[in-house]
């Protein structure tokens, strides 16, 4: 697991080279209007004159500050009208000579005008920590349309087909207020395979996702905590913070009180922030009212949409298949 610290520095790599490209395109649009629409550029020059005047009037403290200040604001704004109106009929879109930054608050730079940590910024680090977490997750490789019911024999099809069907809609669905989800079953049903299609197609819409074994995840927050951890990158951190976070196998992490207590603080925090989780257990309801505490399982068990798995083991039935061909 890559530091830190050099996640942040690749962040910044990103944003630089943002700021770079929006400056290019801007001076090229700048550049296409000299030519095909002088009056326009003219029209840039005069309102970048005003801004300059205006900024500095206000650290001028000049006595007639209070007076020439509204002045400038209406002459700026009728300067920005003007131009507005000229691209317009002249067939641009009414911003075109605006710098197109990405993030208009901190203008590419990762500050906004406070100084503080830009949310774009803060944003881009989530989804490069997300990347560390799942650069050996299968995700790529799970989709829907691999999703064979052919493999379910009859008397499970019925129910697998609706399974399938849910777990569709609701990636296409999926939103900060979606329910969070407990994927129930024997080994082999397909629990990972639609949970990492789920955030496969979550993360083509841009929401961090985290996904990993419940056993390795817990592991690595106890590592952590005991000062025995190879990154300063904060696990605990990263499962609260994912827009969606997925928790595979439960059940296969170690029985220990510190694991059980990882496990609910990270299910307590995400039901109290309204953060979607989907889980995948071989375990009954049964067994996990007898592993888990209390507090846990009436979580499990209440505040989270079940969706059974049946069948047979589908990896078994694919090598039996194929054997006999």
Sequence with gaps: MRQKRSIYEE??????????????????????????LPEAVDLQDRIAKTAIAYTRLVLSHDATLEEMLPSLQQENLRLQQQMEKVLSLAGYPEKYLDTPFTCPN?????????????ACYQKLVRELTAQEFNKSCP??????EDFKLEYYPEGARENMSKVLLFCRRYSQDFSLSSPSL????????????????????????GYMVIN???????????????????SDISTMDSMRQADLLVLDDLGSEYDTPFQNSTLFSILNYR?????????????TFQEIQRRYSDRVASRLLTLYTCLKFTGVDVRQEKLRRNAGR
């Design 11 to 36: 962040a910044y790599q990103i944003i630089s080279q943002r700021h770079s490209q929006a400056v290019q395109e801007g001076e090229r649009r700048r550049q296409e209007l000299k030519k095909t």
């Design 106 to 118: 901190c203008r590419d730079t990762g500050f906004d005008q406070a100084g503080e940590r830009c």
């Design 139 to 144: 995700m790529r490789e799970c989709r829907f």
């Design 182 to 205: 407990l994927m129930m079953g024997a080994t082999g049903l397909g629990k990972s395979h639609l949970s990492l299609s789920i955030a496969g197609e979550v993360v083509k819409k």
């Design 212 to 230: 990993g074994s419940v056993q390795d995840l817990f592991s690595a927050v106890q590592s952590e905590y005991y000062g025995r951890g190879q």
């Design 271 to 283: 039901l109290e922030q309204q953060k979607p989780t989907i889980i995948n257990t071989n375990l």
